[in-house]
Nanobody, 114 residues
């Protein structure tokens, strides 16, 4: 059974940091590029970051470039998103996604507010 389980979301003040995790199971995680998406209330889904299957290449949305870092640990079947210098406009539900088979997790809420 394929599963992607996000964790690490929460409430943080502007300027703060969070680290999201996405634990994968039920498929060969190391074979696939992975993505983080987010969806803010009343808005469409936005691609945040992409990482290749073995991790050397990454790509970011302009809105998060320089603040967010996507990484992965294929030995642990886990994807990460380090988010620094958070802004209120980063508030959204964050989802991990598998490029190709199009698997999705249930999402984790990130709220940036004072």
């Amino acid at each position: 059974q394929v599963q992607l389980v996000e964790s690490g979301g929460g409430l943080v003040q502007p300027g703060g940091s969070l680290r999201l995790s996405c634990a994968a199971s039920g498929f060969t995680f190391s074979n696939y590029a992975m993505r983080w998406y987010r969806q803010a209330p009343g808005k469409g889904r936005e691609l945040v970051a992409t990482i290749t299957s073995t991790g050397p290449f990454t790509n970011y949305a302009d809105s998060v470039k320089g603040r967010f870092t996507i990484s992965r640990d294929n030995a642990k079947n886990t994807l990460y998103l380090q988010m620094n210098s958070l802004k209120p406009e980063d508030t959204a539900v964050y989802y991990c996604n598998t490029v190709g088979p199009d698997y999705w997790g249930q999402g984790t809420q990130v709220t940036v507010s004072s």
